[in-house]
């Protein structure tokens, strides 16, 4: 049978480009949508987090995708991933930072926990794993521009709430400056010294806990069945 090789109708060209179209339109939006963690570049007010920006912009994609793959529970706020500066710290030096709400761990077992320990819990669970995503890229480690990484994790307090209430939010701010992040990135530092050397500053809702000693504690999230990823993935 011959296949004809005449010009569609206007009718079937039209029907063409709308499909053509609503394609476009959902792979821009799948890619508006990947990109919502990471700050544009125009939010940038310091030259050099916007050149670390854009030089490592396909780093930053990667990252955020893994935390998407492997942590599907854990939400990670709009803009948060870039390079940003600590407020503690005086000059413009650059931390690879992300800020991430975690939803799943409200267990009894978690609230009968103090804030200390709850807080040491949640660097066990999901520092590490983010830190080794973070550094995927080892350039990154060799850059005099970036000074460290940066890892803020929220998550609700287990406290009671009155109806029409806004549950508190408990948080740790976990700083790591580069060359930490090297040794134990490199496996030269244990996790157990990584919790002890990192900053981690703690709040209570809006109320400053001030700097957190945290005691390290085990916690295998990534190799229990069931995640996503296994933790020698996460090592990549």
């Given amino acids: 049978m011959r296949v004809s090789s005449s010009p569609p109708s206007r009718a079937a060209a ?12 959902a792979v821009l939006g ?3 949508v990947a990109d919502e963690a990471i700050l544009p570049l125009p939010e940038y007010r310091s030259e050099t987090g916007r050149r670390l920006a854009e030089k490592y912009a396909t780093t930053l994609r990667e990252f955020d995708q893994s935390v998407a793959r492997c942590l599907p529970w ?14 503690h710290v005086p000059r413009d030096e650059r931390y690879v930072s992300i800020r991430a709400f975690v939803g799943r761990d409200a267990s009894a077992k978690i609230a009968a926990l103090d804030f200390r320990e709850r807080a040491a819990a949640m660097f066990a669970r999901y520092a590490g794993p983010l830190l080794r995503w973070m550094g995927a890229d080892r350039s990154l480690l060799q850059d005099a521009d ?3 990484f940066a890892i803020i994790l929220d998550w609700t307090k287990p406290a009671p709430v009155a109806a029409g209430v806004r549950p508190v939010r408990e948080t740790i701010a976990v ?5 930490l992040a090297a040794e134990y990135l490199q496996g030269g530092l244990p996790p157990s010294a990584l919790v002890t050397r990192a900053a981690v500053f703690g709040f209570d809702g809006d ?9 390290a504690v085990a916690d295998h999230l990534l190799s229990v069945p069931g995640t996503a990823c296994s933790d020698a993935h996460s090592r990549r």
């Avoid at 700083?175 to 060359?179: P, S």
């Avoid at 109320?207 to 005691?215: A, E, H, W």
């Fill in 146 to 148: 970036v000074h460290g």
């Fill in 175 to 179: 700083f790591i400056e580069r060359q």
């Fill in 207 to 215: 109320t400053p806990v001030g700097q957190v000693r945290l005691l």
């Fill in 30 to 32: 799948s890619a508006a």
């Fill in 74 to 87: 854990v939400e990670v706020e709009n803009h948060t991933i870039g390079f940003f500066k600590p407020k």
């Fill in 14 to 25: 039209l029907a063409l480009a709308l499909v053509g179209a609503h394609v476009m339109l």
